[in-house]
């Protein structure tokens, strides 16, 4: 068990392109998160799975933003369209329980996005 | 919607000293209240939790209380080494809703 795997680590794009990120994470945890960092703050939630469900995106920042978890294991995140707001560091966790949201979280490095 | 508010924004102590993080909610409906450490380049990594059906919880030099009528709790770090010194974030939440404050950058001076 290496831990959460987020990949790349790093990710330099264009206003108006699309990003993808993956996450790979602890291999018998059941949930999966993704969370937005910016600078100075702590981590906004955005969406979650359980398995391959997807149980709650309405925090999802806009409908540019998009989550799968195909086949219950690893996970993308898209950004359509890329905005210079959408700089950040984009968090994914994962968990094994069954209380929603409220869980020990274990997360990956991190993604940074940095968008010019 | 769930705000958690945290103080102080950034803290120093001395090699030894204890350190005190505190963090108030809004939501009377939130039960679960972790602590994560984050170290420059990493992602937060949890250092302790509680439910609102504890008071205090401590592990070795940690230790975390929560007063539910006040809605606020609090991270006491006892015997502070250099290797403490990184950000960390308080959080409160439910099953539906987690909200993390805006994080302490501790600092240990040796």
């Known amino acids: 068990d290496t831990g959460v795997s987020q990949n790349p680590r790093h990710k330099i794009t264009k206003r108006g392109q699309n990003v993808t990120f993956r996450c790979d994470p602890i291999?018998?945890?059941?949930?999966l998160y993704w969370y937005r960092q910016t600078l100075g703050q702590g981590p906004e939630f955005l969406t979650y799975?359980?398995?391959?469900?997807?149980?709650?995106k309405s925090r999802l920042l806009s409908d540019r933003f998009s989550a799968e978890r195909p086949k219950g294991s690893f996970s993308t995140l898209e950004i359509q369209r890329t905005e210079q707001g959408d700089s950040a560091m984009y968090l994914c966790a994962s968990s094994l329980g069954d209380r929603g949201i409220a869980e020990k979280l274990f997360f990956g490095s991190g993604t940074q996005l940095s968008v010019l | 919607g769930e705000n958690v508010e945290q103080h102080p924004s950034t803290l120093s102590v001395q090699e030894g000293d204890s350190a005190v993080i505190k963090c108030t909610y809004s939501?009377?409906?939130?039960?679960?209240f972790p602590w994560y450490k984050q170290e420059l380049g990493k992602g937060p990594q949890l250092i302790i939790d509680i439910r609102s059906n504890v008071g205090e919880k401590k592990d070795q030099r940690i230790a975390v209380t929560l007063n539910k009528t006040a809605k606020h709790f609090s991270l006491h770090i006892t015997e502070t080494q250099p290797e403490d010194s990184a950000v960390y974030f308080c959080a409160a939440g439910n099953n539906n809703d987690m909200r993390f404050g805006a994080g302490t950058r501790l600092t240990v001076k040796p």
């Open positions: 799975f359980q398995n391959e469900a997807q149980l709650e």
């Open positions: 291999s018998e945890h059941n949930r």
């Open positions: 939501d009377s409906a939130s039960n679960y």
